[in-house]
Nanobody, 120 residues
């Protein structure tokens, strides 16, 4: 059984910062890419940032220069540091991880989501 548990959401004023954390636990052989997605009301879920096991990253254009994704492979965690937040960043943020539970069994897992609300 694999779980992704997120923490760190909340409410902040425009220009503020939040730090999201996601920890994977359970029967894990290895973790490939870890990522953060978000879904605003009435919109499709979108990829915000992703990081490979080797540390390569990619970002949604609108968050480049403001958000930073990082991971600790030993702790099986991924962090999203969000700075200079704007109301357009308001959404439910979801952690996602591509996890092998055995050498041959690979699945995509999702966290429960954490709300980020940015007021102007």
């Amino acid at each position: 059984q694999v779980q992704l548990v997120e923490s760190g959401g909340g409410s902040v004023q425009a220009g503020g910062s939040l730090r999201l954390s996601c920890a994977a636990s359970g029967s894990i052989f290895s973790i490939n890419t870890m990522a953060w997605y978000r879904q605003a009301p009435g919109k499709q879920r979108e990829l915000v940032a992703a990081i490979t096991s080797g540390g390569s990253t990619n970002y949604l254009d609108s968050v480049k220069g403001r958000f930073t994704i990082s991971r600790d492979n030993a702790k099986k965690t991924v962090i999203l540091q969000m700075n200079s937040l704007t109301p357009e960043d308001t959404a439910v943020y979801y952690c996602n991880a591509d996890i092998l539970t055995t050498m041959f069994t690979r699945s995509s897992y999702w966290g429960q989501g954490t709300q980020v609300a940015v007021s102007s």
